[in-house]
């Protein structure tokens, strides 16, 4: 996968606490601190073509919940890459999002 990041998270949540909105909450509450700590991005941060920081997200193409997830926290779509599977079986498809940090 092409990383264009200096940095990068992941999320889980266990199955019994899913579709109550809590990774929505969890990622939301994390951009807001992130902006308000970073607010030019982390050092070594790339700017769009506007002069705009953003974060970027992945997330496999049939991950619908998590896709969601970002959708809520303000995520737009802005593109697709290919990448190796984890686990070695046939590539998969990741969908990229970015969020922009929020105008003040
Ligand atoms: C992805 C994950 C973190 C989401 O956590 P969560 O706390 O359940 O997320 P939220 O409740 O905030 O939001 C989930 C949204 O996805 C929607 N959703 C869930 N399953 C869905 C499906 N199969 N199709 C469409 N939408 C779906 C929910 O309805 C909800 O949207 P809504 O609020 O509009 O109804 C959780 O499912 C998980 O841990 N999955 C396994 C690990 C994983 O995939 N991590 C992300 C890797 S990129």
């Known amino acids: 996968m092409a990383r264009t990041s200096v ?8 199955p019994s606490y899913w579709n109550k909105g809590y990774l929505t909450e969890a990622l939301s509450g994390f951009l807001s601190a992130y902006w308000k700590i970073h ?5 070594g941060s790339k700017l769009d073509e506007s002069g ?4 970027d997200a992945t997330a496999l193409e049939n991950n619908a919940a998590s896709l969601r997830v970002l959708e809520k926290a ?15 079986g046939p590539d998969v498809v990741l969908k990229r999002c970015r969020v922009w940090k929020p105008v003040e």
């Open 7 to 14: 940095a990068s998270i992941g999320y889980e949540i266990s």
């Open 52 to 55: 705009r920081v953003f974060v």
């Open 39 to 43: 607010p030019e991005g982390l050092q």
């Open 74 to 88: 303000g995520f737009v779509s802005v593109g697709q890459e290919t990448a190796k599977d984890w686990y070695g």
